[in-house]
């Protein structure tokens, strides 16, 4: 069960997020008090666009969530970058088995909303 941050997390949270805009980092926050599943896609999206060149961000806010992350032009390693920020703003662990599953928006945010609840079974 999330429980409210301290100001302390709540400021080393802003400043390991601080490269994401408000919105991302206003999520994250949310999220760890919360647990509202409802922010997954406003912190994936916030935590890909982190890692796109201006260029490319164009094509973030284009995207579905059945848009390949592919055309998006995520290479492997900043896609594991992107794992590392996410399993840090959601608390979760993402086993490098368990990425091949993952190609589009829309299984991220499925991923994370099974994980999030087999997390949340065992804590019960």
Same mark, same amino acid.
Request: hydrophobic share 45%; aromatic share 4%.
């Given at each position: #069960?999330?429980?409210?941050?301290? !100001? !302390?997390?709540?400021?080393?949270? @802003?400043?390991?997020? &601080? =490269?994401? +805009?408000?919105?991302?980092?206003?999520?994250?926050? &949310?999220? %760890?008090?919360?647990? *509202?599943?409802?922010?997954?896609? $406003?912190?994936? %999206?916030? $935590?890909? %666009? =982190?890692?796109?060149?201006? +260029? &490319?961000?164009?094509?973030? +806010?284009?995207?579905?969530?059945?848009?390949?992350?592919? +055309?998006?032009?995520? !290479?492997?390693?900043? #896609?594991? !970058?992107?794992?590392?920020?996410?399993?840090?703003? $959601?608390?979760?662990?993402?086993?490098?088995?368990?990425? =091949?599953?993952?190609?589009?928006?829309? *299984?991220? @945010? =499925?991923?994370?909303? /099974?994980?999030? /609840?087999? &997390?949340?079974?065992?804590?019960?």
């Amino acid at each position: #069960m999330p429980t409210p941050l301290t !100001e !302390e997390q709540a400021a080393a949270l @802003r400043d390991q997020f &601080k =490269r994401c +805009d408000t919105q991302t980092v206003d999520a994250i926050l &949310k999220f %760890r008090g919360t647990g *509202d599943i409802a922010l997954l896609p $406003v912190i994936v %999206r916030g $935590v890909v %666009r =982190r890692y796109l060149p201006a +260029d &490319k961000a164009g094509l973030l +806010d284009a995207a579905t969530e059945e848009t390949n992350l592919a +055309d998006l032009h995520i !290479e492997s390693l900043t #896609m594991l !970058e992107i794992v590392l920020d996410i399993q840090d703003a $959601v608390e979760v662990v993402i086993e490098d088995t368990e990425l =091949r599953e993952i190609k589009t928006l829309a *299984d991220v @945010r =499925r991923f994370l909303e /099974a994980k999030l /609840a087999a &997390k949340q079974q065992q804590q019960q």
